[in-house]
């Protein structure tokens, strides 16, 4: 008799009509009990669990999460402390976290935007001892007793902006404005360490920033305008 048939009401998946399951000869049930499991159930079951699989991946990035994650059998989770703006912060990190999750999702520094998560388009840019770093690939655990300064981190006493803020609004640098933190953060490494580049260093210090509107141009007159002190 052909397979795939009813037989007495079940629906057998790949098997024979004496409830095998083909070369096999075992019947195809599902663990809740004694019942055939349809092949729209089996596929919707593969299909549910790749989802779960995918999902666990991003859970220690979701606020609050790590707390149930280190809860789970094997997971390790570990208190450091990182140097901040110029402050101690004491947090619990993931083996494998990242410093953009970790000053986002951690300590609420959401200027750190996160976009390619590769270290292809500096959108996370951070400094790390005043030298521009992709806090997206750099592990957390790796920056301990270094010093951290994030786009918070530039404003001044009084909450005023820092002189390379001012030059990319002047020259109107922001467009959506989603890349802005990071080039921002660029500029600042690139003009701690050479305050006054010529045409050529800025445009390879600034090569790894990527900006979705094109407003490189109104980024490079921004950086000119900041070395000639606004």
């Not at 020259?171 to 890349?179: A, D, I, K, M, V």
């Amino acid at each position: 008799m052909p397979k795939n048939i009813i037989n007495d009401g079940r629906k057998l998946v790949g098997g024979t009509s004496d409830g095998t399951s083909g070369a096999e000869g075992r019947p195809v049930h599902s663990r809740a009990g004694n019942k055939a499991v349809s092949r729209r159930d089996f596929i919707k079951g593969v299909i549910s669990s790749g989802a779960t699989i995918a999902a666990a991946g991003y859970v220690s990035q979701v606020p609050g999460a790590s707390r149930a994650w280190a809860a789970s059998p094997g997971a390790l989770e570990r208190l450091i402390s990182l140097k901040v703006n110029g402050r101690m912060r004491r947090v619990d990190i993931l083996p494998q976290e990242t410093l953009a999750a970790t000053l986002r999702y951690k300590l609420g520094l959401t200027g750190t935007k996160l976009s390619c998560d590769r270290g292809e388009c500096g959108t996370c840019t951070v400094l790390i001892d005043d030298v521009a770093y992709y806090a997206c690939t750099t592990l957390t655990h790796s920056v301990r007793n270094r010093s951290i300064t994030t786009i918070e981190g530039l404003e001044g006493p009084s909450g005023e902006l820092h002189p390379v803020q001012k030059a990319f609004v002047e020259e109107l640098g922001p467009q959506c404005g989603f890349c802005t933190p990071g080039q921002i953060m660029s500029a600042v490494a690139l003009l701690k360490a050479n305050p006054h580049p010529t045409r050529d260093e800025i445009l390879v210090s600034m090569s790894g920033n990527l900006c979705r509107c094109g407003s490189y141009d109104h980024y490079f007159k921004a950086i000119m305008r900041a070395t000639q002190g606004g």
